[in-house]
């Protein structure tokens, strides 16, 4: 692939070249070598020959300027924003975040936290990936091409993007980028704590009671529809274990809210940091 990519682009410098050396291309440009990038700017006066250009050489101005500035128009501009427009309404849909959840009714509380963090993991996991590629010399091989141009990875890599946040060597020399170093080990933090951490987060087991007669006591909301003083011995003690374990499971809840609401403030603090 590297030794047909270097033998196209060699036929296109032949190709220039042989344009460029054409006495007609030259007279159709009045005068122009258009394969000199810097032609152009040898003219002192370039406003004033185009005027000049127009009026003594009006057809060849037409073919020569006018044609070349509608292809740029139609090819560099229209063309590619119809093609955005079908992109990004079909598989490009940036502006559509995926939280994650599996589908049922979510709270907006909920939703908002897995929303956020699911742009953080797309950012380490896309993002600082591709940047990872770009950036690294050992990957520079494995990179890959379409017409010559690098184009993005769209598959996800957690190594890769972490590896691109460890890597700040180059911003420890300069005392400007400390806050964005500051940032890398936020985005690390957050990141770790969102798919390894979080994830961890179990409840106590619901304790199973049984009665005297060794069979299991059903418990939920009728429990709480008796007097104390009704019960039975076996089902008070039921009652007292199993109003233990939903206090635990509540301090939980709010244990885990105050966290969840912490580090989302934290991301909403480096939000700025967010783009490649």
Known sequence: MVNLRNKIVGLKEKVKIWIGS??????????????????????????????EFKKNA?????????????????????????IDWVAYRTFKRYHIVDTKLKPKYYDTDEVMLHACFSLLVDYV????????????????????????????????????????????????????????????????????????TRPKREYPPEPEIRGDDGKKVQLGLNIFRDSPDE?????????????????????????????DDEMLEKLVVIRSHLWT
């Not at 258009?34 to 006066?45: G, K, Q």
């Not at 009006?58 to 139609?74: A, E, G």
């Not at 911003?171 to 080990?185: F, G, Q, W």
């Not at 019960?231 to 966290?259: H, I, M, P």
Request: charged share 30%.
């Open 22 to 51: 054409s006495k007609f291309i030259v007279w159709m440009n009045y005068g122009v070598n258009p394969t000199d990038d810097f032609a152009y700017l040898d003219i002192p006066d370039l406003y004033g020959h185009l005027l």
């Open 231 to 259: 019960l039975s011995v076996s089902t008070k003690n039921a009652y007292t274990e199993y109003v233990n374990w939903l206090f635990d499971v509540g301090r939980l809840d709010d244990q885990w809210r105050t966290e």
């Open 125 to 196: 996991e896309r993002e600082c990936a591709n940047m990872y590629e770009v950036c690294n010399k050992k990957s520079i091989e494995k990179r890959r091409f379409k017409n010559g141009k690098l184009f993005r990875n769209k598959n996800s890599d957690a190594k890769l993007g972490l590896a691109y946040l460890e890597d700040d060597d180059h911003l420890k020399t300069n005392p400007a980028d400390i806050e964005s170093l500051h940032s890398r080990k936020v985005i690390k933090e957050l990141y770790t704590w969102w798919t390894e």
């Open 58 to 82: 009006p057809i060849r101005y037409f073919f020569s300027v006018v044609l070349v500035d509608l292809k740029d128009v139609i090819f560099c501009r229209i063309f590619p924003s119809m």
